[in-house]
């Protein structure tokens, strides 16, 4: 269970996110000056809504995809993406989330716009992602596959395993996303369990909410991880520690502490 400090900082992040704030706000949560925020509504990144007297109010899904967005549309964007490209140099480019995507998109015949409008993310920053220039994070990458129907393991063309027994060197690993490294354990086609390990880094996760149906668990193998359910929860769980919840809260976590965290993820049905 949540501790009462655990309750009383959900109750106050849930009142902040859930009221829509003015600029100066926005701006201080997103780690932006205002005139940054002014100049990516120029752009066309985000329209926010108009309160009274015409000033900007920022909802909390504006908030989720201006922090999102903001390693992307700043000037330093080619340098992040030569930095990944540098950090995992034998990887193929057919080997990374977006170029995946892209080629179901144009199997399935679904237009740019239309998949980023389902996944609440730009048309621009899912170009991004698909030509490999960006990496997604969990909570877009989620956003995507459900968009497309299809868990991630799927668009990466697996069917599953058949073994019933899965040695340590057969689980699969997926590529990395912002800090989280996700090993498939084992899934067998058709199966309405999906069991994984992630690898979160410090300051590593989520990168946003996200919901879908169904339920899961999270074991704590090793460090420690914040989970947030409907930004009215907060839970901090330690080495042993273990979080159920019901898929369609909207949730998201970060490893604070100093040291990876492992986590033994049980989703069903099957999400990544």
Same mark, same amino acid.
């Given at each position: 269970m949540?501790?009462?400090?655990?309750?009383?900082?959900g109750q106050?992040?849930g009142?902040?996110?859930?009221?829509?704030?003015?600029?100066g706000?926005?701006?201080?949560?997103?780690? +932006?000056? #205002?005139?940054?925020?002014?100049?990516?509504?120029?752009?066309g990144?985000?329209?926010?809504? $108009?309160?009274?007297?015409?000033?900007r109010?920022?909802s909390?899904?504006?908030l989720?995809?201006?922090t999102?967005?903001?390693?992307?549309? %700043?000037?330093?964007? &080619?340098r992040?993406?030569l &930095?990944?490209?540098?950090?995992?140099p034998n990887a193929?480019?057919?080997?990374?989330?977006?170029? $995946?995507?892209?080629?179901l998109?144009a199997?399935?015949?679904v237009?740019?716009?239309?998949?980023?409008?389902?996944?609440?993310?730009?048309p621009?920053?899912?170009?991004?992602?698909?030509?490999?220039l960006?990496? #997604?994070t969990?909570? +877009?990458?989620?956003?995507?596959?459900?968009a497309?129907? +299809?868990?991630v393991l799927?668009a990466?063309?697996?069917?599953?395993?058949?073994?019933?027994? +899965?040695?340590?060197?057969? $689980?699969? #690993?997926?590529?990395g996303?912002?800090?989280?490294d996700?090993?498939?354990?084992?899934?067998?086609p058709?199966?309405?369990?999906?069991?994984?390990?992630f690898?979160v880094?410090?300051?590593?996760?989520s990168g946003?909410?996200?919901?879908h %149906?169904?339920?899961?668990?999270?074991?704590?193998l090793?460090?420690?991880?914040q989970v947030w359910?409907?930004?009215?929860?907060?839970?901090?769980?330690?080495?042993g520690?273990?979080l159920?919840?019901?898929?369609?809260?909207?949730?998201?976590? %970060?490893?604070?502490?100093a040291?990876p965290?492992?986590l033994?993820?049980?989703?069903?049905?099957?999400?990544f």
């Amino acid at each position: 269970m949540a501790s009462a400090r655990d309750s009383d900082r959900g109750q106050a992040a849930g009142g902040t996110l859930n009221t829509p704030v003015r600029i100066g706000e926005a701006a201080r949560m997103v780690g +932006v000056s #205002p005139s940054t925020l002014r100049a990516w509504e120029r752009a066309g990144w985000l329209q926010p809504d $108009r309160g009274r007297g015409r000033h900007r109010l920022y909802s909390r899904r504006d908030l989720e995809r201006l922090t999102e967005m903001r390693p992307l549309i %700043q000037p330093r964007l &080619r340098r992040l993406a030569l &930095r990944r490209r540098l950090a995992a140099p034998n990887a193929a480019i057919e080997d990374l989330a977006g170029p $995946r995507f892209r080629a179901l998109r144009a199997r399935r015949g679904v237009s740019l716009r239309t998949l980023a409008r389902e996944a609440s993310v730009s048309p621009a920053y899912l170009s991004l992602i698909e030509r490999g220039l960006a990496t #997604p994070t969990v909570a +877009v990458l989620q956003r995507i596959a459900a968009a497309m129907s +299809v868990t991630v393991l799927q668009a990466f063309g697996e069917d599953g395993l058949t073994a019933k027994l +899965v040695r340590a060197g057969d $689980r699969r #690993p997926l590529p990395g996303f912002n800090g989280v490294d996700i090993q498939d354990l084992v899934q067998f086609p058709n199966a309405v369990l999906q069991i994984e390990i992630f690898t979160v880094a410090p300051g590593g996760g989520s990168g946003g909410a996200y919901r879908h %149906q169904g339920e899961e668990a999270i074991f704590v193998l090793e460090g420690e991880l914040q989970v947030w359910l409907d930004e009215t929860e907060h839970y901090h769980l330690a080495t042993g520690d273990l979080l159920y919840f019901r898929s369609d809260q909207a949730h998201r976590w %970060q490893n604070p502490g100093a040291d990876p965290a492992r986590l033994f993820w049980v989703n069903t049905p099957p999400t990544f």
